[in-house]
């Protein structure tokens, strides 16, 4: 997987690389699956929608568009379903607020509801955070949303991030890598497991040098 996160002017840089590889022969070697999930304001500020609709209409890339204000209703085709997509993970971020157990039986509770992993609602602030942003969803794709569908360390090892934009994107996207991997570190292991303060040390670090090596910022 390549997956592209943006917001905002940070757009165009990724369209120019996402162009590159879609420009890639059938001869040449099996084309990465490309995701592009996108953060704006409004529908009416999204820029290259023809050319973001024809790319999507043709599968050739999934794309996310996270909406701060409307919905899929002003849109058709392609578009209204990026929209969607963009809506079922700003639900997913919502999911978690319920009030549930604590301990350990909040962890199982809390998987049973479809709530995101606990590094990514760390991610997500105590309460979900008024907004999701283009960052918040990309957590949120990588461990259980629409990129969700091959879990796993194996999985997440063979996904590059790409990401452009202000330092907000650039930074969350990192975060979201980080927390992607602790929590497919601690669904390996299981609710019941307890690791000492070394082990969660050794984790964050090794989580933190998988977040460098899978990220490109700025392109």
């Known amino acids: 997987d390549v997956v592209f996160v943006a917001a905002g002017s940070g757009l165009s840089a990724v369209r ?9 022969t059938p001869t040449d070697p099996p084309r990465p699956r490309l995701t592009l999930i996108y953060g704006l304001r409004d529908c009416s500020h999204l820029p290259y929608a023809t050319e973001l609709a024809g790319w999507a209409a043709t599968g050739r890339v999934r794309l996310i568009l996270v909406v701060s204000r ?3 209703e002003e849109f058709e085709g392609p578009l209204k379903g990026a929209v969607e997509a963009g809506e079922a993970l700003k639900r997913l971020a919502d999911g978690w607020r319920q009030p549930g157990p604590v301990g350990w039986l909040r962890k199982l509770v809390a998987q049973a509801r479809g709530r995101p992993p606990a590094p990514v ?4 602030g105590p309460d979900g955070g008024a907004k999701t942003y283009a960052q918040d969803a990309l957590a949120l794709a990588l461990t259980g949303g629409v990129l969700g569908e091959r879990r796993g360390m194996d999985a997440l090892a ?3 991030v790409v990401a452009c934009g202000r330092v907000a994107v650039l930074d969350g996207a990192e ?5 992607a991997c602790a929590a497919e570190r601690a669904r390996a292991r299981g609710p019941f497991w307890r690791g000492g303060a070394r082990r969660r040390a050794a984790d964050e670090l090794a989580c933190a040098e998988f977040a460098r090596q899978r990220l490109f910022a700025n392109i």
Request: charged share 20%; aromatic share 0%.
């Open 121 to 124: 609602r760390a991610m997500l």
């Open 16 to 24: 120019h690389a996402l162009a590159l590889l879609l420009l890639r």
């Open 70 to 72: 409307g919905g899929a």
């Open 175 to 179: 975060r979201a890598l980080r927390a």
């Open 158 to 160: 063979r996904t590059v």
